[in-house]
C-alpha cells in the first residue's frame, strides 16, 4: 500500500494560503488541516485544539526536547509555533489525508523528513502581496515592508518545492490547487471515487 499523502502548503504572507486551502477543502473530500500548536495567548473565541493547541513555554519546549514535533518556528513576537506529530497521526487515524499550512522552513523540513509529502508553494507578484497585506490591516507599515522584503525574497525560493500555484486568480487557482491534490491522490471528482 503506497505511503499516505501529506499536503504542505507554502507561501508568502499575503499569497492566500488560507483562502485556497478554504476552496480545497470545499472540492475535495476527505482532506483535513491539521492544528498548530502555540506559545501565544488565547484570543477571544479561540478554542484550544481547534484553532491551535495552545501550549506554556516550558510545555512546547519539553515536547520539542521529546521530539514530538514535526516541525516548530520561532517567530519575532518571541512565539513559537509547530505541528505536533501526534496532528498527523490523528487526521490518518480518522481516514482523512493531512493538509499542513507552514511557513518555508517548516515545509521544507517536513518534505525532507516525511515520505509521501507533497509540497506546492502559493505565489502571488509582490505588488498584488502588498495590496493583499494593506487590504488585511494587521500589521502596520513598517512591518508591511519586512514582510515584503521577505516575500521577494521567499518568492526566490519557490524552485524547492514540488509544485507552485501562481494565485493571480482565485478560482483559477484554486481549481489547479485541487488538480494537483486530485492527481496526487488519484481522487476523480467525475467519479467521486479514489
Given at each position: 500500500m503506497p505511503s499516505r499523502r501529506v499536503f504542505v502548503i507554502t507561501g508568502p504572507s499575503g499569497a492566500g494560503k488560507g483562502t485556497l486551502i478554504k476552496g480545497l477543502l470545499e472540492r475535495v473530500p476527505g482532506l483535513e488541516v491539521a492544528v498548530s500548536a502555540t506559545t501565544r495567548d488565547r484570543r477571544a473565541g479561540e478554542i484550544d485544539g481547534h484553532d491551535y493547541w495552545f501550549l506554556s513555554?516550558?510545555?512546547?519546549s519539553h515536547r520539542v526536547d521529546s521530539g514530538a514535533f514535526l516541525e516548530h518556528v520561532p517567530y519575532?513576537?518571541?512565539?513559537r509555533y509547530g505541528t505536533l506529530r501526534s496532528e498527523m497521526e490523528r487526521i490518518a487515524e480518522d481516514g482523512h489525508t493531512c493538509v499542513l499550512e507552514l511557513?518555508?522552513?517548516?515545509?521544507?523540513a517536513v518534505q525532507a523528513e516525511v515520505a509521501g509529502s507533497v509540497t506546492i508553494f502559493i505565489a502571488a507578484d509582490?505588488?498584488?502581496?502588498e495590496r493583499r497585506l494593506r487590504e488585511r490591516a494587521t500589521e502596520s507599515t513598517g512591518e508591511i515592508g519586512e514582510r515584503i522584503d521577505l516575500a521577494r525574497a521567499q518568492?526566490?525560493?519557490?524552485?524547492?518545492?514540488?509544485?507552485?500555484?501562481?494565485?493571480?486568480?482565485?478560482e483559477r487557482a484554486t481549481a489547479a490547487l485541487a488538480a494537483v491534490?486530485?492527481?496526487?491522490t488519484g481522487w476523480s471528482r467525475k467519479a467521486g471515487i479514489r
Open positions: 513555554d516550558e510545555e512546547f519575532v513576537s518571541g512565539r511557513e518555508l522552513d517548516g515545509a521544507l509582490v505588488a498584488e502581496l518568492l526566490e525560493q519557490a524552485h524547492r518545492f514540488r509544485y507552485m500555484v501562481r494565485n493571480d486568480d482565485l491534490v486530485e492527481c496526487e
